[in-house]
C-alpha cells in the first residue's frame, strides 16, 4: 500500500474552512462571520465600481478592454464564492445551528445584491452584433473567459429587460433560494426510530440498514422509514408544488419550449440528444429487471419488494473501517497516476472533507469546487458499507477533477452536469477493479459485482426513472395545478413501476420516497446528467482498460480542461465522439457485459 497520512479516526475526520477566508479575520464563530461579511463587503464594493465603470458601455469595448472587463468580474466572483462556499459548507455540517442558516442568509442577500449590480454586463454582452462578439473572444487574453462568452450567448432569446432580470434576481433570496433551504432543513431534521437503537438515527444511516442481509431487518427499516417521512410529507409537497409553478412560470416569461430545456442549456446538451439518451436507456430497463430476478433467486425468495434492491446477497457484506477504505483509495489513485494519488493525499492531509454522519449533518455525499483561489471540499456520511469506501472514490474523483481545472479559472473551472461525472465514476471503477483482483472467495467476487450492477442501475437506470418521475411531476403541475400527496406518490410509483416491472413489488409506504430527494427541488432536470456522464465515463474507462498507462496524459488533460470546452470538444481529448447517434448503445453495452457477469456469478452459486 502506499504510504498514507496519520491514522485519524472517523469522528475527526472534519473539514478546515477557514481556508476560504482571510486568516487574520477568521477567529472563532464570530470572526468567521466577520471575515465572510468582509469577502462580501469587497465584492459589493468592487462589483458598484465595475458597474460605475462598464454600464452602457460593453458595446464600445475593445479586445484589451473586454479582457480587462471579464478579469475584474472573476475577481469579484472569488471574492462573493468563497463567502457563499463556507457558509453553505458550514451549514451541510451543521444544518441544525440557526447562526449558520443566519449566514446563508446573509450570504444569499449579499451575493444577490452583488449580482443585481452586474446584471447589466450579461445583457449587453448577448446584444453585441454576432460578428463583432467573435472578434473581441479572439483577441489576445481571453482564453479565459472565450468559451464562457460564447455560452452566454446562447440565452439572448430566454432574457428578461433589465428592470425584469433586476426584479427577479432581488426576489430569489425569497423565492426558489428560500424554499430549497427550507426543504433541506425540513430533510435534515427527519429522524428514524430504528429497532435496537437507543434514539433516532438520521435518514441515511436508516437508509444503510436497507443493505442488511436480513430481510425482516429491511422490512422494518424501510417502514420505519416511511414512518418517519410521514409527518412533514405534506409541507414537503408544498415545496415542491412551489417551486414546480415557480420553474412553470419562469419558462413561460423566459419563452423555453418545455420545462427542461434551460437544464439542457446549461449542460450544452441538445433536446435531441438528451431524448436520445432517455429512449437508450428506457430500452434497456429489461437489463435491471433481468438483475432483479436473479437476485432474488440468490436471496431465495419469489420477488423483491423495494426494500430488497440493495440488500448484500452474500455474508462478505463486511465492514470496512475508514482506516482501510481510505488506504486503498489513496493507492488505488496513486497507482493510476502518481499526480491523482498526490491531490488525492492532500483532502486528508489537508483537512478538505469531511466523513462522519451526524445528527445535524446534510445527508449524502458531494464534492464542493468552490474556487479556484481555494481547493474542493468532499462531505460524506461515512457508515462502513463497501459501498462508502465507493462513494468515497466517487467524491474524490470529483476533487481530483476540480483541483486540476482550477487552473482555468473561475468561469471554466467547472464542467457541465453532462461532463462533470467522468472523473468521479472513473475513479469509482479504479477502486471497484482493485477490490474485484483483491478478491479470491467466489463469494466476495459476487458480492461485488452485484454491487457494481446495482450501482449501474442506480446511477443510468434509476435517473432516468426519476427523470421521467419530473417530466410527469412538471407536466402534471402545469396541467392540473396543484399536486396531491398522492397524486405526487402515484406519479412516482408510476414511472419506478415502468422501471421495474414486476421483478420487484412496489410497496404502498414507497410511494412516499420522492420526497427526501433533493435534486427535484433546488437541481430540477438535474437527474438525467447522472446517466449521461456514467455511460460517458464508462466509456473512457473502458478505453482505459485497452489502451493502459498510455491514454492516462490524455484523461488528465481531459480533467484539467474543466469547462473551458464543449462537452464534445472535451469528450474528443480521450477519443469519445459523443455527436455518434450510437453512443449511448455503446455505453449501455457495457452495462450489460457488467450484468452478464453478474448474473454468471450468481448462477454458480444458485
Request: net charge negative.
Amino acid at each position: 500500500m502506499a504510504e498514507g497520512p496519520a491514522a485519524t479516526a472517523l469522528d475527526e475526520v472534519t473539514w478546515d474552512l477557514s481556508h476560504l477566508l482571510d486568516a487574520e479575520l477568521a477567529d472563532g464563530d464570530t470572526g468567521n462571520e466577520e471575515a465572510v461579511g468582509a469577502l462580501l463587503g469587497a465584492a459589493d464594493e468592487r462589483a458598484s465600481a465595475f458597474a460605475k465603470h462598464y454600464e452602457g458601455k460593453v458595446a464600445e469595448l475593445d479586445g484589451p478592454g473586454l479582457r480587462d472587463a471579464m478579469t475584474e468580474l472573476a475577481a469579484i466572483s472569488e471574492l462573493a464564492g468563497r463567502a457563499g462556499s463556507f457558509a453553505h459548507l458550514r451549514f451541510a455540517a451543521d444544518t441544525e445551528t440557526p447562526a449558520n442558516g443566519a449566514l446563508v442568509q446573509m450570504v444569499s442577500e449579499g451575493a444577490t445584491a452583488i449580482q443585481t449590480k452586474l446584471l447589466f454586463f450579461e445583457l449587453e454582452w448577448v446584444e453585441v452584433d454576432d460578428a463583432r462578439a467573435e472578434e473581441l473572444l479572439a483577441a489576445d487574453g481571453m482564453e479565459f473567459a472565450a468559451h464562457y462568452l460564447r455560452m452566454e450567448r446562447r440565452y439572448r432569446p430566454h432574457l428578461l429587460s433589465k428592470p425584469e432580470e433586476t426584479i427577479s434576481t432581488e426576489l430569489s433570496v425569497t423565492g426558489r433560494g428560500a424554499w430549497t433551504r427550507l426543504f433541506d432543513e425540513l430533510t435534515s431534521a427527519i429522524r428514524v426510530d430504528l429497532d435496537g437503537a437507543e434514539e433516532a438515527q438520521p435518514l441515511d444511516v436508516a437508509l444503510s440498514k436497507l443493505f442488511d442481509p436480513d430481510r425482516e431487518q429491511r422490512r422494518r427499516a424501510a417502514a420505519a422509514v416511511t414512518d418517519a417521512l410521514e409527518p412533514g410529507l405534506r409541507t414537503r409537497a408544498y415545496v415542491f408544488n412551489t417551486l414546480l409553478h415557480d420553474k412553470a412560470v419562469k419558462d413561460r416569461l423566459r419563452r423555453y419550449p418545455h420545462w427542461l430545456a434551460s437544464r439542457n442549456l446549461s449542460n450544452e446538451a441538445s433536446d435531441e440528444s438528451v431524448q436520445a439518451l432517455v429512449e437508450a436507456v428506457k430500452g434497456r430497463y429489461g437489463l435491471a429487471r433481468r438483475w432483479y430476478e436473479t437476485k432474488a433467486r440468490l436471496l431465495g425468495l419469489d420477488s423483491l419488494a423495494d426494500y430488497d434492491r440493495m440488500a448484500a446477497v452474500t455474508e462478505d457484506d463486511v465492514e470496512i473501517p475508514w482506516e482501510q477504505g481510505r488506504e486503498l483509495v489513496l493507492d488505488s489513485f496513486g497507482s493510476f497516476s502518481e499526480q491523482a494519488g498526490d491531490v488525492a493525499r492532500r483532502f486528508f492531509e489537508e483537512r478538505w472533507i469531511d466523513a462522519p454522519p451526524t445528527p445535524s449533518k446534510r445527508g449524502g455525499a458531494f464534492s464542493a469546487s468552490t474556487v479556484p483561489s481555494v481547493h474542493p471540499y468532499v462531505m460524506l456520511n461515512y457508515t462502513g458499507r463497501r459501498r462508502d469506501v465507493l462513494t468515497l472514490a466517487h467524491e474524490l474523483g470529483h476533487g481530483l477533477h476540480q483541483t486540476l481545472a482550477r487552473e482555468q479559472g473561475v468561469f471554466h473551472q467547472d464542467t457541465p452536469l453532462t461532463v462533470a461525472e467522468t472523473a468521479s465514476v472513473f475513479a469509482e471503477e479504479i477502486v471497484f477493479g482493485r477490490l474485484l483482483a483483491e478478491s479470491d472467495d467466489p463469494g466476495s467476487r459476487l458480492g461485488l459485482l452485484a454491487e457494481a450492477v446495482e450501482g449501474q442501475i442506480a446511477t443510468v437506470f434509476r435517473q432516468i426513472a426519476m427523470n421521467q418521475f419530473e417530466d410527469r411531476v412538471h407536466t402534471a403541475r402545469r396541467g392540473e395545478g396543484e399536486l396531491s400527496v398522492e397524486r405526487i406518490g402515484e406519479l412516482w410509483h408510476e414511472t419506478q413501476e415502468e422501471l421495474l416491472g414486476e421483478s420487484v413489488e412496489i410497496t404502498d409506504g414507497y410511494r412516499s420516497w420522492w420526497s427526501y430527494v433533493p435534486h427535484f427541488i433546488g437541481s430540477p432536470g438535474y437527474v438525467y446528467a447522472y446517466a449521461y456522464g456514467q455511460l460517458l465515463a464508462l466509456s473512457v474507462y473502458r478505453l482505459y482498460t485497452e489502451r493502459g498507462n498510455e491514454m492516462v496524459p490524455s484523461y488528465l488533460e481531459l480533467l484539467a480542461a474543466g469547462g473551458s470546452r464543449s462537452p464534445e470538444e472535451l469528450g474528443q481529448i480521450v477519443g469519445v465522439d459523443l455527436t455518434d447517434p450510437g453512443f449511448w448503445d455503446s455505453g449501455l453495452a457495457l452495462v450489460e457485459w457488467q450484468v452478464d457477469q453478474a448474473v454468471a456469478a450468481a448462477e454458480a452459486v444458485i
